[in-house]
C-alpha cells in the first residue's frame, strides 16, 4: 500500500506516492520546474542545475530531479533566491549555444527555449563561444549537431541504460565534452541500431529525424503495424502524410520506446508502388479494373469452384497483419459463406507449435505474463529468441531486469546473439537439440530435489511420466547431443530452479522445428517442475512474431478453431455459430497452410484467397510453393503491394495499411489495443474488411457491417474470451483477454490459481532428431532467423531506403574457421546449396554462428532462404522446420566482392 | 548493420596476455587501460575494442573514459616522454624558457611526438615538486632547478 504524503510548493498545498520526487511531483500537479536532463523513464541524472528548489531545514539548493517528498516538505521554486542561480547557469548554457532559433527545427518545441523563457533571460553576461556546427549525417534516418548539443546526457543515457546499445557517451573533459561514437567516427559506423530514442528524447534538437521537415497538424494515437510488442505510436500528419512518428509514453506495451522499424520506416504507406487499383491479369498481363468487375470476376469464380468441385476445394490465408475485425469477417466468409474451414494464416509457420503445446499443458496457447514483467523476474531464460533483433521493445525490460534489478540472464541460443552480453550464462546447443537440453536441465531439477513439489502436488499431473521420460537424460547424456559441456546444462538448471521469479521467453528457435510442439512441451514441463506458472514475473512466454499474429489466431483464423478456440469439431459449439452466423457450418477441421500449399499443388484446392500474405517468401521450399501457386486455378491476393505472390494471382484488390484503417491489433501480451485512421487510402484502395463482405455477398451470404467497432461487438457476442471488449473500453488503453465481460478488468497474467485447463499437464518429451541433419554432401547447418531492420518478406521495410541501406541484401552469416577452411573472406558473395534450392548470399564472416552452423534471414527474395529449406513439419502442429536444414558452400562458384560487405 | 563485432585474436603483440591478467569486471576498465598502455605504449582502436570486449561493456564506454584522462594517449608516444611543469611556482621560475627551448631542440609542439618516434613533449599542470622548480620529468626522473640550457643537455645525453 502506497503512502501519500503532504507538501506544499510555493504555497500551493500538493500529494504525492512515497519515492515519489519533487519534480515529478510537481510535473503531475502542473507545475513547471525548469529541468533539461530529466526525462521519463530515466534515472535522475541531476546534471543540468536547472531543477534546483530551496527546501526548509535543507542546506543550500537541492535538485528536484533526485530528492524524494517528505511529508510535509515546504519547497520554493519559482522565488527570486533559486531563479537567479537558474539564470547564471542557463546563461551559462546560452552562451555557447547557437542562437538561431527561428531556422531551427526545435523552435517552439525546445526545452531550452521553455527554460530561458521561464526564467526571462535577457542575454548571456558571458563571452560567446559558439562552436561551428559540428554536424554527423552519417545515419540514414537522423542528424547531429553538436553545436547544438547542451550536453544533458539524455542520448548517451536512454542509448546505455534504456536500449542497452551503447553507442555513444560523453568523451573528453571541460570545453571539450562531446556525445561520441567510439574514436570520434561516424555514428554510423558505431553499434547504434537508429531506434531513434536519443533523437526523441533530445531536448534541444542537436539530434533531429530527417524526414521530420515541417510539424503535423494533427496527431493520432494508434498501434504500430510491425511486430507483436505492439507498440502504442502517435501519427503525426499533415496533408494527408505521415510527418512525425513518436513513441507513445502512456502505452503499457512500450511507455513510449520504439524501434527503428516502427520510428522510421512507415514510408512504405505513402510509397508510389502502393496497390491504387483492382488488377485483373488478361492473357497474363495485369489490366487496371473497376471494382465492380473484379468484385464479381472474384465472386464468379470462387462460386464455381465452389459448385462444381465442393467448398473444400477452396482456402483461404487470412493474415495476421490485419485487424482483428478483419480477420474475423475472413473466417465468417470462409466458414459460414463458402462453407469450408480451410483458413488459416502465417502464425501456423511461427507459433503454430505454441498453441498446440500451451494448450496441451496450460489450456490456453498464449503468452502467459506480458512483457513488461519480464522487468521484475529474478531469472528469465531466454532460449530460441533473438530479442534484441525481432521483439526490440521486450528486450528493454529482459535488460532493465538485468541491469536495474540484479536478474539472471540465461540465454539458450545457438548463435552469440546480442542479449548474451547480458547474460550470466550463455549456453550453445546445437540447432534441433532443445529438447535434449531441457530435459536434461528438468533432470537435473528433480534429481537435486530442487523442483516445487507442493505445485506438482497441487497443480499438475502426470509428474510420473515426465519423471520417467527424464530418468536418464542426465546432462552427460546430453552433452554430446546439445555440445553444450554438461556442467553447464547444471548451472542452468539451479539458476533457473532456484529463482522465485523465473520467466521463460522464447520464440521461433523453439517453435519452428519438426519437434517444435514437444519443446514447446518441454518448456512447459520446465516450468511447472519449478512452479513458475500462474504467478507475477513468471510463466512460459512465447513472443508473437506479427502486429496481430495473436488476433489473427484469437479470431479464429486456423481450420480447427471458431473465434476465441472454440473447437470446430464440437457440435455444440457448431450450432452455436452456426445459431450466430444463421447458416449450417462445416463439420470438420480445414486445412493448414503447408496442407493448402500441397494441395494446391495436387489440384485439390482450385481457388485461394490471400490476404496480407506473401507465402512466395515466407513458406518453406519456395520452388514447391511457387509451382503451387502457379498450379492453382483461381488466385485472388489482397495486398497493399504486388508482392511476389500477387504476382502470380488472377485478381489483385488493393487494401489499405494500418495507418488508413480502424480496427484492434492483439499484441504478444493479449492486450488488444486501438487502431486508428491518421492517413486516407491511396487511390482506390479499400478497407480489407470491405472487399470481404462485398464479395461474401456476391457469393450469396450477405455481409455488412456499419464500421469495424460493429464487428467487435459482433465478436464480443461469440467470443467468450473477447466477451467484455468494445472500442470504448479500450479508447485509452488496451485491454488483455480473457475479457469476458464488461465489468471485466482484464487478465494481466494466466493460470493464477487454476490452469485453464484444470490441472497443468505434463508430457513426456522424449528426444528426436531433426528431420534432415548436415551430413558430407550438405555439411553445414543452415538456421534461419530476422535481422532487426526488416519486416519479415520486406514488402513494408524495403520501402523505406535507410534500412535498405543498413541492411542490404542478403547476408549469409558463417564463422571464421569455416570461413577460412572454405577460403571464404568477409563480403564474397557464395553459392549456398540444398537438397531443394541454390541461392546465392554474401558472407558475413563473424563468430556470432557457432562452428559448422550458417545463419541467413529470410527476409530476401535477392537469394531466398526459403528456397533452402525444408517443408518437413511437426506432426502435430504442421510447423516447418525452418531451423534446421543441410547446406553446402560452394566456393567454385565464389566471385570475390567487398563493397557490398 | 548495426556492426556484427566479431572476435579474432588480436594484431597488437601481447595485447592477448595484458587482458588475460584482468577479470571480466567493468571495475576493471582504469586498472586495464594503464596496464595496456605500459605494454603497448599507448591505447589503439583495437586495445579499446578488446577492453570493451574483454569487460563486456560497451566500447563507447572505454572511449569516454580514455579521452575523459589525460594519463592516456591516443597516439602512439616517443621513447622518451618529456614533460614540463606549467605550475604556478615553476610558471614564475621561468617554465616558459624551458617548454620553448625544448620544443625548439626538437622541433614539434606541446603534445606532440618526434616523427622518428624518439621524443614526445607535454605539458604539465603541476608535479608538486614546486620547490624544485622549474621541473622537468623525463621517463619518470625528475629533474629540478631547471634551465633551458640544462634541458636541452637532458634531452641531447639521450640521443
Redesign the interface.
Known sequence: MSVELTFTIDGVSLTAQKGDTVLNAAKAAGIYIPHLCFSEGLESYGACRLCIVEIDDVRGMPTSCSTQVKEGMVVHNDVASVNRVRRMVCEMLIADHPLVCLSCSANMNCRLQDVAAFLGIKGSRLRRMVRKPIVDDSNPFYTRDLSKCILCGLC?RS??ELRG?????????GFESRI????DGPVR?????SCGECVDRCPVNALWAKHETLPPTATVRTTCGYCGCGCGIELGTRGGKIVRVRGDRSAPSNRGSLCVKGRFGLDFVSAPDRLTTPLIKRNGVFKEATWEEALDLVADKLTSIRDQHGADALAGLSSAKCTNEENYVFQKFFRAGLGTNNVDHCARLCHASTVAGLARAFGSGAMTNPQIEFEHADCIFVTGSNTTEAHPITAISIIKAVVEHGATLIVADPRRIDLT?YATLHIRQRSGTDVALFNAMIHVIITEGLGDDAFIQGRTEGFEALKACVADCTPEWAEPITGIPADKIREAARLYAAADRGSIAYSMGITQHTTGTDNVLALANLAMVTGNVGRASTGVNPLRGQNNVQGACDLGALPNKYPGYQDVEAPDIRKRFEAAWKTPLSPTNGLTVTEIVSAAGSGAIRGLYVMGENPMLSDPNLNHVEQALKDVEFLCVQDIFMTETAELADVVLPAASFAEKDGTFTNTDRRVQRVRTAVPKPGEARDDWAILCDIATRTGYPMAYASPSEILDEIASVSPIYGGLSFDRIASEGLQWPCPDRDHPGTTFLHEGEFKRGKGKFHATPFKVAAEEPDTDYPFLLTTGR???HWHTRTMTSRTKGLEE??PPT?I?IH?DDAALAGIEHGDIIEVSSRRGTIEANA?????SPRGTVFMAFHFHEGAANRLTIDAVDPIAKIPEFKVCAVRISTAATTKKTDNA | MGRIVTLTASQTPGLDAVLARHPCEESQLIPLLQDIQDHVGYISAESMRAAATHLNIPESSVYGVVTFYSQFYLTRQGRHKVKVCQGTACHVRGAVEIIRAVTARLGIKPGETTRDFEFSVERVACFGSCALAPVMVVNEKVYGNVTPEMAIRILDELT
Open positions: 548517451t542509448c546505455h546499445v551503447g553507442a555513444i557517451e560523453i568523451a573528453g573533459r561520441a561514437a567510439p574514436g559506423d558505431s553499434t547504434c541500431t552480453r535481422y532487426l531492420y543498413i541492411c547476408p552469416e571464421p558475413h564472416v563473424t563468430d556470432r
